[in-house]
């Protein structure tokens, strides 16, 4: 079926999401910026495709959680954005390769493991405050994290 489907101009439409196994992370897209800097889109998979997802509190404070460690690990974030669909987040880093990326997302998942709140879950900084779920954060980062092995195999 995904033969007859006209390819779409967004990567991950592409993808046929039946054949995938998450969890996964896998690059969605690399860029090469005007001044020659490569920005990579990494798909970070925490559920499987239209049989799971996270909750949206949990996804909210999973975002907050990794935006704010990832970047004690590393200059090259320039977004961390979850899916809509709620199974997982893209990461945009400058000049990594998933080699790279890799052990940056276990060093901040076990930072998520040993977080004591969530960052900027209040009305002055965020946009949804109330919106959080530490406690469904870390059983997910816990989750993902005890899956390691399983990160490099995307396809099932």
């Not at 999401?17 to 969605?28: L, S, W």
Request: charged content about 20%; some cysteine.
């Amino acid at each position: 079926m995904m033969g007859s489907v006209r390819k779409m101009n967004v990567e991950s439409f592409n993808l046929d999401h039946r054949a995938v196994k998450a969890p996964y992370v896998r690059v969605a897209d690399a860029k090469t910026l005007p001044g020659g800097d490569t920005l990579t889109k990494f798909d970070v998979r925490f559920c499987q495709p239209n049989v799971d997802h996270l909750e949206m509190p949990v996804v909210h404070s999973l975002e907050h959680l990794m935006a704010e460690h990832m970047r004690s690990h590393t200059d090259a974030v320039v977004d961390i954005s979850p899916m809509g669909c709620q199974t997982g987040f893209y990461a945009l880093l400058l000049e990594t390769d998933l080699p790279a990326f890799l052990p940056l997302l276990e060093a901040t998942l076990s930072d998520v493991l040993g977080a004591e709140e969530v960052p900027a879950a209040n009305e002055v900084q965020c946009g949804w405050g109330a919106s959080h779920d530490l406690t469904g954060a870390q059983e997910a980062a816990r989750t993902f994290l005890d899956r390691r092995a399983e990160w490099e195999q995307v396809q099932a």
